[in-house]
Structure formats: structure tokens, C-alpha cells
């Protein structure tokens, strides 16, 4: 009779403990379930918040680079077209020349932003490869031959021969030609100067110019834009969104962008980070890296 209350009592306590086994599994799969569930809430609103951040910056682009240079076409064709219906042929070539800089220039900032948001988003193949940087000098100088001009500037560029540079091009192209669209429209009569050094930390690109320069409080807009250049820091109120979307590109290269300026003393862009070597090494090795910006 004992043996039998023994068994009992015995299989009670197995089926409790079955019982107490089974529903701590069970709270723990409902534990991991609800957890992977709390991730994947946490990565749906993290996608939504960059795709709100994304549609934010790009609005505010295109509504702000946009804006002027549609403005100036539409003034643009009107006049054209009187000066055509008024036979006068060298206006009408003047400004068709006209025209043809500022849809170049449109179409340019139209690559970038395209450019600017493919490399934003999370899943971008960040393709670098070496490409001779007089080549890309060269482009740049023939880019902004006649804007220059029409400010009255000269852009300089000093660098040294046979110098190859490890990088995305169309990105680092993209920061040089808006640093130096930025230091032209805010010179007269001056100079922009494109400059390729060598620091003890590394090779260093400079875009400088003796123009207008910055008020301290726009000057404190930029620098906290570049030591913040997340997709989710928030838009300064007034602030040249042209650095913002240079900030973007330079924090997809890795490089780091300084800025210098005093009112009325012009602005000075500093560019470090940037893998450089020779034509030997990109003969050899296109994908080595090699942080000496000098030739052999």
C-alpha cells in the first residue's frame, strides 16, 4: 500500500515537474518569439525613419540647388526668344551659350543626387578603384572654365605628376566639384585654388578661395553638420545644404572635412583620408592600398 502512494506521489511529481518543464520552454519560445518580433518592429521603424530622413534631404535639394538655376532658364528662354523673333543673332548665340551651361550644370547636380542617395542607402556597394587624378583635375578644370570667368576667377591646382588615387571616383569628383562651385559663387575677382599636399598623417585636398567668406554662427552650422553626417541628424533651419550632402559623401569614403573661414578673408576645405600611390603601383596592383600620395 505504501509502495503504491510511493508511485503516485512519485508520478505526480514527474508530471508536475513535465508539466513546469514544459511551461518554461513554452515562455521562453514566446520570450525568443517576442524579442525577434521587438527586432524586427525595431528594424521597420528604423528603415521608415531612413526612408523619411532620405525623402527630407532630397526635397529640400532639389527645392533649394533647383529653384535658381530653373528660374535663371526660364528668364533665359524668354529672352532668347525675343532676341530670336528680332533676328538678333549674336544675343540668340549668346544665350543658347547660356543655356547650355545651366542645363550642364543641372544635369550635373541631378548625377549627384542620384549618386548622393544610391550611397546612402544601407545595402550600397561602395566600388573603389585607382584612376589618375590629373585626368579628374582636368575634368575639372574644363567643367568650370566659364564660370570662372563669369565671376572673374582663376582656379588654380597644384599637385604632383603621376599621382593615382584609391577611391570611389564619381563620389570624391561629386565633394570636389560642389567645394569648388561653392568657392566660386562666393568669390569675385578672386582665386579658388585646388591644392594636393603632404602631411605627416597622410595626403590632404584643399579647395581655398579669397572670397566672401562665413559668418562664425554659418561657420558653426557646417562644423556640426560634418561632425554629426548621419542620414538622421537633424537639418539645420537656413544651412547651405550643399555641405550636408558633401558631409554625406565624405562619411561614405571615410574622409574627414574641415572648415576654416573669417568673414570677408575667404573659406579654406580641408579634405584628409584619402589613399594615394604611384602609376607603378596602380599598373601592378589596382586594389592595393598605399597611404603615400607621392610618386616613386
Not at 532676341?83 to 543641372?106: H, Y
Not at 562664425?216 to 533651419?237: G, H, M, S, V, Y
Amino acid at each position: 500500500m505504501i509502495s503504491q502512494w510511493i508511485t503516485i506521489i512519485f508520478l505526480a511529481a514527474l508530471s508536475l515537474l513535465v508539466f513546469f518543464l514544459w511551461v518554461r520552454n513554452r515562455y521562453f519560445q514566446l520570450d525568443l518569439a517576442k524579442r525577434a518580433l521587438e527586432r524586427q518592429v525595431e528594424d521597420l521603424s528604423r528603415k521608415l525613419e531612413y526612408s523619411n530622413g532620405l525623402k527630407q534631404k532630397i526635397t529640400m535639394m532639389i527645392a533649394h540647388d533647383l529653384q535658381s538655376p530653373l528660374h535663371f532658364l526660364n528668364v533665359l528662354s524668354e529672352h532668347v526668344s525675343r532676341f530670336a523673333a528680332n533676328n538678333q543673332l549674336p544675343e540668340v548665340k549668346a544665350g543658347t551659350e547660356e543655356i547650355k551651361k545651366a542645363t550642364g550644370n543641372i544635369h550635373a547636380f541631378v548625377k549627384e543626387v542620384n549618386l548622393w542617395a544610391r550611397s546612402q542607402h544601407e545595402n550600397f556597394q561602395l566600388a573603389q578603384h585607382s584612376f589618375s587624378y590629373a585626368e579628374l583635375v582636368a575634368e575639372l578644370q574644363q567643367f568650370f572654365g566659364d564660370m570662372m570667368l563669369m565671376n572673374q576667377n582663376s582656379l588654380v591646382v597644384e599637385y604632383e605628376e603621376d599621382v593615382f588615387i584609391f577611391t570611389h571616383r564619381d563620389i570624391l569628383k561629386a565633394i570636389l566639384r560642389n567645394l569648388i562651385d561653392n568657392a566660386n559663387k562666393h568669390t569675385r575677382g578672386g582665386e579658388v585654388r585646388l591644392t594636393l599636399t603632404h602631411h605627416h598623417d597622410g595626403p590632404v585636398l584643399t579647395v581655398s578661395d579669397n572670397g566672401a567668406g562665413m559668418l562664425p554662427a554659418d561657420l558653426q552650422k557646417i562644423r556640426r553638420r560634418l561632425a554629426n553626417p548621419t542620414l538622421n541628424a537633424p537639418l539645420e533651419a537656413n544651412s547651405r545644404l550643399g555641405y550636408q550632402l558633401m558631409a554625406d559623401f565624405a562619411h561614405t569614403l571615410g574622409y574627414r572635412l574641415e572648415v576654416s573661414s573669417n568673414k570677408g578673408a575667404g573659406t579654406s576645405v580641408r579634405i584628409s583620408g584619402l589613399v594615394c600611390h604611384s602609376p607603378f603601383v596602380a599598373e601592378l596592383h589596382s586594389t592595393e592600398v598605399i597611404g603615400v600620395c607621392q610618386p616613386d
